[in-house]
């Protein structure tokens, strides 16, 4: 069993930026995987980065390339993404989901952090 709780989220500008965090708890927590996902209001939950255990294997969303980082301190349990550059249009719900595949989506989700950007 693994806990994900993502912190960071926030009221930015457009062209701002934010880091968010995702802390994960559980048993042998540095062997997954851990990707972020965003839903916007009325739409589908979108992948957004994944990262590998290692953090040496990166993917990212074609929309936010050039502009997210993801990134992880396994000695902290964390997985961050840096949020630059960022427009109204990523405003979302901002999801950490962990599983043992890379890519794809895991089994395990946390409750999100809310991303507002205002133009």
């Known amino acids: 069993q693994v806990q994900l709780v993502e912190s960071g989220g926030g009221l930015v500008q457009a062209g701002g930026s934010l880091r968010l965090s995702c802390v994960a708890s559980?048993?042998?927590?540095?062997?997954?995987?851990i990707a972020w996902f965003r839903q916007a209001p009325g739409k589908e939950r979108d992948f957004v980065a994944g990262i590998n255990y290692t953090g040496r294997r990166k993917n990212y969303a074609d929309s936010v390339k050039g502009r997210f980082t993801i990134s992880r301190d396994n000695a902290k349990n964390t997985v961050y993404l840096q949020l630059n550059s960022l427009t109204p249009e990523d405003t979302a719900i901002y999801y950490c989901n962990a599983g043992l595949s890379y890519p794809g989506m895991g089994d395990y989700w946390g409750r999100g952090t809310q991303v507002t950007v205002s133009s």
């Open positions: 559980g048993r042998f927590v540095s062997s997954y995987a």
